[in-house]
Each structure stands twice: as C-alpha cells, then as structure tokens.
C-alpha cells in the first residue's frame, strides 16, 4: 500500500471514532450528530469523479444535501488531484478551494539523539514507586 493511501485509511479510521460514516460508491458523508457546527467531522470525502463536471456536480449535491441538514457550510475533501480553475466556475454557489499535502520522512535518515547522563527513566511498575512519585509533587 502506498504512503498516501495509507494515511488516508488512518484519516478514515480516526474520523470513524467520532463521526457517523455513510460509504457510496463515488463520495463517503461523515457526520457528528453531537458536533454537527464542527468542519472535520461533518464533511463529503470524495473519492473518484470522472471529470471535473461530474466533480461539480457531486459537490453541488453535497451542499444541497448540507442545506437539507440545515448546516451552515458544506466541507468537501478529496484526496484526488483535480483543476481548481475547471471546478469552481461549474459550482453552484461560490466556493474556496484549500490544499493539504503530506510529507514523508526517513526516521533512519535522521541523526540518533545522544544518551543524557543526567536522566534516567524507569516504568512505573508497582503500587508503591506511584505512590512515592504522587508525593514528590
């Protein structure tokens, strides 16, 4: 599995512990009833679109289906690289389009931290060395 695809599968299980997800064909609605004003959980993750037409057109459905919610914003997020310039101008009502990207890094790359004499770390292991570090607070 591929770096990005892998993120994403993380994104979805995480949006899942909080919000409500229904998985169509070409788009994926999370909500949270609890957090319904909240941007990040209450938004239209699309997946595929065949051109930048059918794209407009599955984001207009989705701020009509916001609207029927009576929510104040419809979030779209895609993950599938599209021309911003051929979408909006095919949206109907204006909209802001907004890019996020991922950046990978090689821990083995990385300089190893050195070893600080001065500290040492021990785990927490039995009722009385907690009960001794509550009292040194």
Known sequence: MRLEETILQCEIAYMR???????????AEFRDPLLPDMYYRNFTRIKRAENAEALAARI???GAARRREGAGFCLVRSHAGFDASAVLP????AGEVSYSS???L???KLPKPGKLP???IRQVNNPGMLAYISAAR
Not at 17 to 27: H, I, Y
Not at 90 to 93: I, K, S, V
């Open 106 to 108: 090689d821990r083995d």
């Open 90 to 93: 095919a949206l109907p009502e």
């Open 17 to 27: 512990c909080f919000a409500r997800m229904t998985d169509g064909a070409d788009a």
């Open 102 to 104: 991922y950046y990978a």
């Open 60 to 62: 207009g459905a989705s």
């Open 118 to 120: 001065a500290i040492n």
